[in-house]
């Protein structure tokens, strides 16, 4: 059974870093694209940063571009979002996805993780 599980997240300052982690099982995971989203009470999911089945393509909001890095280990099934100078509008819950598009698109979600950005 598939199964992501996300992990990282906390308290930290405004300035600070975390880094989250994804770790992933139960599917093929070098065969799949994988992203980080995030979300805040009464707002939608949103798209941070993207990172091809085999690494070699990176996409990013433009509220974390130069911020935030998504980078994956296809040995150890994992995908990792670096967050640096981190602010208080980045305070969410943060999920990362799994999806492989074909004739049936496939997708898998964590069950998230908070992020809080505070003094």
């Known amino acids: 059974q598939a199964q992501l599980v996300e992990s990282g997240g906390g308290l930290v300052q405004p300035g600070g870093s975390l880094r989250l982690s994804c770790a992933a099982s139960g599917f093929t995971f070098s065969s799949f694209a994988m992203s980080w989203y995030r979300q805040v009470p009464g707002k939608e999911r949103v798209l941070v940063a993207t990172i091809t089945s085999a690494g070699d393509r990176r996409n990013y909001a433009d509220s974390v571009k130069g911020r935030f890095t998504i980078s994956r280990d296809n040995l150890e099934n994992t995908v990792y979002l670096q967050m640096n100078s981190l602010k208080p509008e980045d305070t969410a819950v943060y999920y990362c996805?799994?999806?492989?598009?074909?004739?049936?698109?496939?997708?898998?979600w964590g069950q998230g993780t908070q992020v809080t950005v505070s003094s």
């Open positions: 996805k799994a999806r492989r598009v074909g004739l049936l698109d496939v997708d898998y």
